[in-house]
């Protein structure tokens, strides 16, 4: 991560279309991925390759015959890996227990414990084992002169959670038309659409709290039935809906259409002079439509809420290009130089009506809400990016290799006087293997080693952030009447310039006894300067912060890669892929006025973030436990005079003699210390086998899940089981954790960021394993090749992390990893084939 504010996705580039999303392709269509993570690699494609490319083509036709091609599947998911909650019988006993352990009455007699029994499961009621089924069918050939590929996919996708899910529709044409020899023209088109029914799943008290945080928090003694008014049962204590009202009482489908589009011609002007004009767009229709009813509380309230939102996305390039590719004896020369024209605009409208005659209509008619309760808005947004650039490649006697390029970037979002900004790089390498004095040993098949720096620039702000512009404001009386006012939006600032990262590799490319043993290795560090940060400001100013350029962020590590092809038997072959990387990441330089930032408020945990030299950036900062207080200890001329036996002890850093904000800590950060993948492949006679792990290892989450089990809103919610049947007691002093007796004490907003709630979330995964076999085909007809698989997805995860995905993350801000209740990662098995004509 480079970026404390900005994004730090990397760029999608498909078919030479920046920009694009994976989740918009069909995997069937992809022909090859490219991964280019260093700046000299990378940097030819400007401002948004500040954290990497991801070059996908996709596939082309051949020459011949047409040929059909089937690929599909079905599967069946589940959630495999639930939270351990208390059931009805442990949630009542340890109510009532804390109750008397706080000097009060028991609460729930032992005959309604009895009663109850286990409970409601919640989990089980809105987890389901769904399906999920693919398609694709193709057709590719062409002649002389053409080729073309054609692609249709279908995916339903029904989610683990009751009415969540997702269909995708996907068709594609890719064709190639080469009328001279001199002349190529190329068409990449494809349409997708999305069809989502989404759940709430955020969180809060009320009517704030989404499907999955109201099944774990819910009181577990209350069922999913209806009671006699029509409505489902809550408990006004607990402040939570039931789950089942907001699976009823809310209905929302997300609708994305997205039509990717490319062009291009290539025209060779002389020998290797070749000019290349391609011309791009991405359109994307998003439209949102929620309909609250009387079964939710809000809906209840108003009588019914409609509310729809969309959003037109509009993406153009244009790019034109010349390169040269010429050899002078044994100097050979690839040169480089174009400019690209690239345009953003989104047109967003949100509209909602409220008190409707009928729940029937849902979103349909709007207007036969109430007018008073009409809500407009609508805006429009615009950014334009234009580039020039060039690059050279030199290679001398096929060992030697240079490489060069500089990109001139230019964004409308900066002031006119930081508009414009360079970004050069060069890499140079060393074909060793390729030397005469290497050419009698048979050790070494390849062994090259490289080097390379380059500069990338990010101009990851919002539109007009740096002038001044108004919104509408609150209403004053003028003249007598009622009249709308504008207020500013933000303050501006004239003076951001671009967010650089400068980069420098050294690696070394191998491989041995006749490529048996292959790998890379990759020592990189990169700098990033000016950061473009949303620094807090004071109250007073009206805001709550203003983007500014402020220090160095560095990440520094080694990749590595090994490929080995350990049995090459006639019917037996085993093949290893591994890939392993180590990252540090350190904040190196702040400007004196905020040598310490500290933000990041998640939930109703309050600031959990720090920004300061030499830690990472977004660590996590909050109180160190060293313990549980215990009868016989002097809590009274301890630190915490005021705490319980039972209750945390809070490390006194500065030791001051009190606890205090400036008794904080670094407790973790986001950023894997290790990430490793490990792939064998074995292939016997027709069956093929592939097992894919992957793991991470040495990184941190703020789990708010455990935040709120054991510092809850109320003590009536439901609490993760092993945080209360290990608790302390006077007959359990050895415990995990705290009593949970007067637990308001000592649970402040930012009380709760501590050692129990910043957890270890490393983990190993077996990702996927897949069995498949190649039929003979004796007799088969019209088939020319039959292939059927079965597979596992997500099989197995170890980790100590308390929830569904440790590698997950619900609202983290910037590069930050907070959890609470994500949409679970599913278990899935499939079988399926692939089928050709």
Same mark, same amino acid.
């Given at each position: 991560? +480079? ?18 999303? !994976? ?27 500040? /954290? ?14 047409? %040929? ?71 057709? #590719? ?69 989404? !499907? ?65 004009? *391609? ?17 939710? #509380? ?44 690239? +345009? ?39 950014? *334009? ?11 001398? &006697? ?14 409308? &979002? ?20 390729? %030397? ?22 990010? #101009? ?109 038997? &006639? ?35 309050? /600031? ?21 207080? #215990? ?84 003590? %009536? ?23 949970? !007796? ?11 960021? /501590? ?23 004796? +007799? ?6 039959? /292939?059927?698989?079965?597979?596992? %997805? ?35 098995? *499939? ?7």
């Amino acid at each position: 991560a +480079n970026s404390i504010n900005s994004s730090n996705d990397v760029l999608i580039v498909i078919d030479g279309l920046p920009g694009g999303s !994976v989740t918009a392709l069909s995997p069937d269509d992809i022909e090859s991925i490219e991964v280019l993570k260093d700046a000299s690699a990378s940097a030819i494609y400007g401002s948004r390759a500040a /954290n990497g490319v991801v070059l996908i083509t996709t596939k082309k036709g051949r020459k011949g015959q047409m %040929e059909v091609s089937y690929n599909g599947y079905v599967g069946f998911q589940d959630v495999k890996d639930r939270v351990d909650m208390l059931n009805g019988r442990e949630y009542l006993t340890v109510l009532n227990e804390i109750n008397v352990e706080s000097g009060g009455d028991i609460i729930h007699s032992p005959q309604k414990i009895e009663e109850v029994g286990d409970g409601y499961d919640w989990q089980d009621i809105i987890f389901r084992n769904s399906i999920i089924h693919n398609h694709q069918l193709s057709f #590719q050939g062409g002649g002389d002169k053409s080729t073309y590929y054609v692609a249709l996919n279908y995916l339903d996708n029904e989610g683990v959670i009751l009415k969540s899910g997702e269909k995708k529709y996907n068709a594609r044409v890719n064709y190639q038309l080469q009328p001279s020899d001199r002349l190529n023209f190329n068409l990449n088109l494809s349409a997708n659409r999305a069809a989502t029914d989404v759940i709430r799943l955020g969180r809060g008290t009320n009517e704030g709290v989404g !499907v999955l945080s109201a099944a774990l928090l819910f009181d577990p003694t209350i069922g999913p039935e209806r009671n006699a008014e029509g409505y489902f049962d809550v408990n006004p204590l607990v402040a939570i809906e039931n789950p089942m009202a907001l699976l009823e009482g809310i209905d929302q489908l997300n609708v994305i259409n997205t039509v990717y589009a490319t062009t291009s011609a290539d025209y060779e002007i002389l020998r290797g002079l070749k000019a290349t004009v *391609r011309l791009g767009t991405e359109l994307e229709n998003f439209r949102s439509d929620v309909y609250e009813n009387d079964q939710f #509380q809000i809906g209840r309230g108003v009588n019914g809420r409609a509310t729809i939102n969309s959003n037109e996305n509009t993406y153009w390039l244009a790019e034109y290009l010349l390169s040269y590719d010429f050899t002078l004896g044994e100097h050979d020369f690839k040169l480089l130089g174009g400019i690209t024209y690239e +345009n953003f605009e989104r047109r967003t409208l949100y509209s909602q009506a409220s008190d409707f005659l009928s729940h029937v209509t849902g979103t349909n008619l709007l207007q036969s809400g109430n007018s008073d309760t009409y809500v407009v808005q609508s805006g429009k947004f615009v950014n *334009r990016l234009s580039s020039k650039l060039g690059r050279l490649n030199y290679t001398f &006697k096929d060992r030697y290799l240079l490489t060069a390029s500089l990109r001139v970037d230019g964004t409308s &979002k900066f002031s006119d006087k930081n508009k414009f900004a360079y970004f050069p790089s060069a890499s140079v390498g060393w074909k060793i293997s390729s %030397e005469p004095f290497m050419q009698s040993q048979d050790l070494f098949s390849e062994l090259k080693i490289r080097a390379g720096y380059g500069e990338i620039g990010n #101009q990851g702000i919002n539109n007009f952030e740096t002038i001044q512009t108004f919104r509408a404001g609150s209403n004053a009386v003028l003249g007598g009447s009622l009249q709308t006012g504008a207020v500013p939006a933000r303050i501006p600032n004239v003076d951001l310039v671009w967010e650089t990262t400068k980069e420098l590799n050294l690696g070394l490319d191998f491989a041995l006894f006749d490529y048996r043993l292959s790998g890379s290795v990759e020592y990189y560090v990169r700098n990033t300067d000016d950061q473009l940060f949303q620094q807090p400001v004071p109250f007073t100013t009206g805001f709550n912060s203003v983007r500014v350029n402020l220090g160095r962020v560095r990440n520094s590590g080694v990749d590595f890669s090994l490929s080995t092809k350990n049995i090459t038997g &006639k019917r037996f072959r085993w093949e290893t892929d591994v890939v392993l990387s180590l990252l540090k990441n350190e904040v190196v330089e702040l400007p004196e006025f905020a040598q310490r930032i500290i933000y990041g408020g998640f939930g109703f945990s309050g /600031n959990y973030l720090i920004v300061q030299e030499g830690s990472p950036i977004a660590s996590f900062y909050g109180y160190q436990i060293d313990g549980i207080f #215990q009868v016989n200890d002097d809590i009274a001329n301890s630190p915490q005079p005021n705490a319980l036996p039972g209750h945390p002890i809070f490390h006194d850093t500065n030791g001051d003699g009190a606890i205090t904000a400036d008794d904080k800590v670094i407790l973790g950060d986001p950023f894997p210390d290790m990430t490793f993948g490990l792939n064998n492949r074995f292939s016997f006679d027709r069956f093929n086998l592939e097992i894919y792990l992957i793991g991470v290892q040495g990184v941190e989450t703020f789990n708010n899940l455990v935040a709120e089990s054991l510092y809850p809103i109320n003590k %009536e919610r439901n609490h993760i089981a092993r945080n209360y049947l290990d608790r302390w007691t006077v007959d359990n002093p050895d415990a995990e954790f705290p009593s949970g !007796v007067n637990y308001t004490s000592y649970s402040d907003g930012e009380n709760k960021v /501590n050692t129990f709630t910043v957890q270890d979330a490393s983990f190993i995964r077996l990702k996927n394993i897949t069995l498949s076999y190649d039929l003979p085909l004796l +007799n088969a007809g019209p088939f020319k090749s039959v /292939n059927l698989y079965v597979s596992g %997805e997500n099989m197995l995860t170890i980790s100590d992390y308390d929830g569904f995905d440790p590698d997950g993350n619900s609202d983290g801000v910037g590069v930050s990893r907070a959890t609470f209740t994500d949409y679970p990662i599913a278990r899935t098995f *499939r079988i399926g084939g692939r089928l050709g004509f």
